[in-house]
């Protein structure tokens, strides 16, 4: 298994240089969240001019959310890119519902 970034145990980041992001890439990102029991992954396309605009994110229902959270949330991390600068956090957030972007 070869992942790119793992985050505080909770974010998984696969990072990738392609034209475009295909189902298998994703199936990847998947995969490794499974096997490692993490919640959140991003998956990140360098081959954009933007490289927000080569982000999705999948959120794993029922991963395993390391004791941080309270009984009707979870933790949950996010990247942002403003001015050139990267940055990644952590949160809590209320779940809504399980989705992929």
Known sequence: MRFDVLVEGCVLVEAKA??????????QLLSYMKLLDVP????????ELKVTDGISRLILPGANFSGNQRSTGFRTAF????????RVGVGHREPDSIRTE
């Open 79 to 86: 990247v942002g890119v403003a001015a050139g600068k990267a």
């Open 40 to 47: 959140l992954g991003l998956l990140v396309n360098f081959h």
């Open 18 to 27: 392609v034209e475009k992001i295909l189902p298998i890439h994703k199936a």
